[in-house]
């Protein structure tokens, strides 16, 4: 995930708030497809970037083209625009980015290079030629929360988390949802970092979580450093990112997993094609689209929760929304009504914890 605070929740990249029409253009590719990323960390990081290029490396078998990346660009202006300057000036025409603080960079980009396509994951702004996107990880960590409560035997289960705003908290509350799904007593600790990337804080969030008699770990950070310790300690872990059964194969029954290959293969066809469509807030996608998913241990969790986590997963692709009301928050205060459903702009500023979440800093 990006280094930069993603607070900023009056950019997210979907809204349904009111707009006046927005008037449509189509993107023209011009000359055979060339596809280059840029990454904000080394490749192998294990979570977010790794994520990333593992579908960079699908999406070369999909494509029959070798597509060149390179490692370590920060946030910053001075950096991007060179790094991204040098594939256009060698004629790639399809940049893909990383990180959300790339946003305003890649937005200036495009305008000088009307016939690039960019794409970028966490990013805010879009354009004719320019298309954000990110996940609906509530989702896949609704579907972890389960796994979590079906193996806790106190009900207690621990969480460590990045920052605290809109898309870690929904992160942390449908994990809630989804244990008191399974548990309906079920209790998530969540101790927040302040921090992306940072395996010492991530560590030591760990150990206090378990030392408070937390038996399963989640987390939202980029590290398996919570999975690794978790395994250290003699508990569960769910992941987040990738499958952290690679770092933790006794620790890890579950994992809330991008699949970005499923959403960029038909995204890069359009491009390609000269179908692509400018989409004025990005792209926010679930698991029916191939933003994310989830991994399990049938080994662990035993074939009946396992078919259990499933169908909760095929009703989700069918239209189940996790934050479906009547719906209210820890103190009491109704957030969703009945029959209703949060927007995107609520998501995105989801600055409230269900009831059964228990916050620190």
Same mark, same amino acid.
């Given at each position: 995930?990006? #280094?930069?605070?993603?607070?900023?929740?009056?950019?997210?990249?979907?809204?349904?708030?009111?707009?006046?029409?927005?008037?449509?253009?189509?993107?023209?590719?011009?000359?055979?497809?060339?596809?280059?990323?840029?990454?904000?960390? +080394?490749?192998?990081?294990?979570?977010?970037?790794?994520?990333?290029?593992?579908?960079?490396?699908? &999406? $070369?078998?999909?494509?029959?083209?070798?597509?060149?990346?390179?490692?370590?660009?920060?946030?910053?202006?001075?950096?991007?625009?060179?790094?991204?300057?040098?594939?256009?000036?060698?004629?790639?025409?399809?940049? !893909?980015?990383?990180?959300?603080?790339?946003?305003?960079?890649?937005?200036? &980009?495009?305008?000088?290079?009307?016939?690039?396509?960019?794409?970028?994951?966490?990013?805010?702004?879009?354009?004719?030629? =320019?298309?954000?996107?990110?996940? #609906?990880?509530?989702?896949?960590?609704?579907?972890?929360?389960?796994?979590?409560?079906?193996?806790?035997?106190?009900?207690? &289960?621990?969480?460590?988390?990045?920052?605290?705003?809109?898309?870690?908290?929904?992160? +942390?509350?449908?994990?809630? =949802?989804?244990?008191?799904?399974?548990?309906?007593?079920?209790?998530?600790?969540?101790?927040?970092?302040?921090?992306?990337?940072?395996?010492?804080?991530?560590?030591?969030?760990? $150990?206090? &979580?378990?030392?408070?008699?937390?038996?399963?770990?989640?987390?939202?950070?980029?590290?398996?450093?919570?999975?690794?310790?978790?395994? $250290?300690?003699?508990?569960?872990?769910?992941?987040?990112?990738?499958?952290?059964?690679?770092?933790?194969?006794?620790?890890?029954?579950?994992?809330?997993?991008?699949?970005?290959?499923?959403?960029?293969?038909?995204?890069?066809?359009?491009?390609?094609?000269?179908?692509?469509?400018?989409?004025?807030?990005?792209?926010?996608?679930?698991?029916?689209?191939?933003?994310?998913?989830?991994?399990?241990? $049938?080994?662990?969790?035993?074939?009946?929760?396992? !078919?259990?986590?499933?169908?909760?997963?095929?009703?989700?692709?069918?239209?189940?929304?996790?934050?479906?009301?009547?719906?209210?928050?820890?103190?009491?205060?109704?957030?969703?009504?009945?029959?209703?459903?949060?927007?995107?702009?609520? =998501?995105?500023?989801?600055?409230?914890?269900?009831?059964?979440?228990?916050?620190?800093?």
């Amino acid at each position: 995930m990006s #280094r930069k605070c993603l607070c900023v929740v009056a950019v997210c990249l979907l809204t349904v708030l009111a707009v006046p029409l927005f008037a449509q253009s189509t993107f023209k590719l011009k000359g055979a497809p060339k596809i280059a990323w840029v990454y904000l960390n +080394v490749k192998k990081d294990g979570g977010w970037q790794e994520a990333l290029d593992e579908a960079r490396v699908q &999406l $070369e078998k999909v494509f029959g083209q070798k597509i060149p990346f390179t490692e370590g660009v920060k946030e910053t202006p001075a950096d991007i625009r060179p790094a991204v300057e040098k594939f256009i000036q060698r004629g790639y025409n399809i940049i !893909n980015g990383s990180a959300f603080g790339y946003s305003d960079t890649l937005k200036e &980009l495009a305008a000088k290079y009307p016939d690039v396509m960019f794409l970028n994951p966490a990013g805010t702004t879009n354009g004719p030629n =320019l298309l954000s996107y990110y996940g #609906r990880t509530y989702e896949s960590q609704y579907l972890c929360g389960m796994a979590a409560a079906a193996k806790s035997k106190s009900g207690k &289960l621990g969480f460590v988390a990045a920052h605290q705003f809109g898309l870690v908290n929904w992160t +942390v509350n449908g994990y809630a =949802l989804g244990a008191q799904k399974v548990n309906p007593k079920a209790t998530v600790t969540a101790i927040f970092i302040g921090a992306w990337y940072d395996p010492v804080k991530e560590r030591a969030a760990t $150990e206090a &979580l378990i030392d408070q008699g937390c038996d399963v770990i989640g987390m939202h950070v980029d590290t398996p450093t919570p999975a690794i310790v978790a395994q $250290e300690r003699g508990v569960y872990n769910t992941g987040h990112h990738r499958d952290m059964r690679e770092f933790a194969p006794k620790a890890t029954i579950a994992s809330s997993v991008w699949t970005w290959e499923r959403f960029l293969t038909p995204t890069y066809k359009k491009v390609i094609a000269g179908q692509f469509v400018e989409q004025p807030y990005g792209a926010f996608i679930g698991i029916k689209d191939g933003g994310v998913d989830v991994t399990l241990a $049938e080994d662990v969790l035993g074939k009946d929760m396992v !078919n259990k986590i499933m169908a909760e997963r095929k009703a989700i692709i069918g239209g189940k929304h996790v934050f479906a009301g009547p719906l209210s928050d820890r103190d009491g205060k109704e957030r969703v009504k009945a029959g209703e459903t949060p927007s995107d702009a609520d =998501l995105w500023a989801m600055d409230w914890f269900v009831p059964g979440v228990i916050s620190q800093r």
